[in-house]
């Protein structure tokens, strides 16, 4: 089902396009219509259809601008317009594809084939990213989640041995040795991490509470499995005990 969205100051034209739209194909629904281009920023800012249908000439604001304002722009753009000298600038305002009024069938067909085309292409990086996190959220699946590198890495609590701060940065070691970077601040991280298995023992560093093999109560240091050395802050080591 493509879910389009209309934005047309002139109601005839908005109802005229809707109804194309409605009777081309049953696979076509107009999610919502606006005459107010403001009202229809409002509503892409929380909503993210298939496709926008976009009147060019609007007295408010025109089409050009609209898009300008638009923070969300995971979906492609159709303009309809009367005036065909818009067409070239619409395609480079980042606009799919253009028609002109009165709105011809055939050109519906080529516009509808467009989008089927360009969101199947682009399925894009964020959706995909929200359906990862979807899935994640379900507590059958539950993971650490962390963005890092244009990547999402997904990990089980028992993977990670600790972390370390390096100012606004913070590094993950991973019990089979490899590190993952991060540009978030040690505070950040502890946030991201179950309290239930995991302590900042000190301002610098967080460890997993399941990895301790050793805690050298005199010398304030706790030992890992993998035979790393962490220093215990006085200030944290009353409420360490507490946790052992």
């Known amino acids: 089902m493509i879910e389009a969205v209309i934005v047309d100051d002139e109601i005839k ?85 253009y028609l002109l009024k009165p709105i011809d069938t055939d050109d519906l067909k080529e516009t509808i084939a467009k989008i089927r085309k360009h969101n199947a292409k682009n399925f894009t990086a964020d959706r995909l990213e929200r359906l990862l996190l979807n899935f994640n959220s379900n507590a059958k699946h539950k993971k ?38 991060l540009t978030k601040k040690l505070k950040e991280v502890n946030e991201l991490l179950p309290a239930d298995s995991f302590f900042r023992i000190h301002n610098s560093f967080i460890i997993n509470l399941t990895k301790i093999k050793e805690f050298l109560k005199t010398d304030g240091y706790v030992i890992l499995e993998s035979n790393h050395k962490i220093p215990v802050s006085r200030q944290k080591k009353s409420d360490f005990l507490d946790m052992l």
């Not at 890092?148 to 041995?161: A, N, P, R």
Request: aromatic share 14%; charged share 25%.
């Open 144 to 181: 650490i989640t962390f963005n890092t590198d244009g990547k999402l890495v997904f990990l089980d609590s028992d993977e990670i041995l600790y972390a370390e701060s390096d100012g606004n940065y913070s590094t993950i070691f991973l019990a089979d040795g490899h590190k993952i970077v």
């Open 13 to 97: 034209a908005l109802q005229s396009l809707s109804w194309e739209l409605t009777n081309f194909s049953d696979e076509i629904k107009v999610e919502a219509s606006f005459t107010d281009p403001f009202e229809a920023l409002t509503y892409l800012d929380k909503n993210t259809p298939d496709c926008l249908f976009l009147d060019i000439e609007m007295p408010t604001m025109d089409g050009f601008q609209f898009i300008q304002k638009l923070t969300n722009k995971n979906f492609p753009v159709v303009i309809t317009t009367a005036y065909n000298q818009y067409a070239i600038k619409a395609l480079k305002n980042e606009a799919i594809d």
